[in-house]
């Protein structure tokens, strides 16, 4: 098993106009992107946008809802790694994509602003994004050996 953790990533906005959290409807299941800008130098404004996809099951949907998680929002995630594989109905042929299976989410930051008139910017009362979350729960060799965060420079160093 791969352990995923994504830092700083926003939720993405839905694909094709459409909501950019998809809740099943027994509410047991939920689905959304996480996306993060990248320097490419090819690409047009020499950045360009990654988006995995995550899945959510049981409780964490709970979670997700009472978070009131929408397009724009900054977390910190912690999942393992997939893929969702299917069969294409026109060509027949398999497909398959990354996904995350969420194990923790965690709320950074609200990713819009707002000016206030007086020449600031008005955001929430959460704080700039920072390279020293709490640490999540330490683990046992159970989960991979996965034992914390460490802020380190510039970035985030998990070991």
């Given at each position: 098993?791969?352990?995923?953790?994504?830092?700083?990533?926003?939720?993405?906005?839905?694909?094709?106009?459409?909501?950019?959290?998809?809740?099943?409807?027994?509410?047991?299941?939920?689905?959304?992107?996480?996306?993060?800008?990248?320097?490419?130098?090819?690409?047009?404004?020499?950045?360009?946008?990654?988006?995995?996809?995550?899945?959510?099951?049981?409780?964490?949907?709970?979670?997700?809802?009472?978070?009131?998680?929408?397009?724009?929002s900054f977390?910190?995630?912690?999942?393992?790694?997939?893929?969702?594989?299917?069969?294409?109905?026109?060509?027949?042929?398999?497909?398959?994509?990354?996904?995350?299976?969420?194990?923790?989410?965690?709320?950074?930051?609200?990713?819009?602003?707002k000016n206030?008139?007086?020449?600031?910017?008005?955001?929430?009362?959460?704080?700039?994004?920072?390279?020293?979350?709490?640490?999540?729960?330490?683990?046992?060799?159970?989960?991979?050996?996965?034992?914390?965060?460490?802020?380190?420079?510039?970035?985030?160093?998990?070991?």
């Amino acid at each position: 098993m791969f352990k995923v953790i994504a830092s700083e990533v926003v939720v993405s906005k839905g694909f094709d106009n459409k909501p950019a959290i998809k809740f099943s409807e027994k509410g047991d299941f939920v689905r959304f992107r996480i996306g993060t800008k990248v320097y490419d130098s090819r690409a047009d404004k020499n950045h360009r946008w990654i988006n995995v996809g995550v899945k959510a099951f049981g409780p964490l949907c709970e979670r997700i809802r009472k978070m009131q998680l929408k397009e724009g929002s900054f977390v910190t995630l912690i999942g393992r790694y997939d893929e969702d594989i299917w069969e294409d109905e026109k060509t027949k042929e398999k497909r398959s994509v990354p996904v995350i299976i969420l194990e923790d989410i965690e709320y950074c930051f609200s990713g819009g602003s707002k000016n206030s008139g007086d020449g600031r910017n008005a955001t929430s009362s959460a704080p700039e994004p920072a390279n020293n979350y709490a640490a999540p729960p330490a683990s046992d060799s159970m989960n991979g050996g996965f034992t914390g965060f460490q802020s380190y420079g510039g970035g985030n160093a998990f070991f």
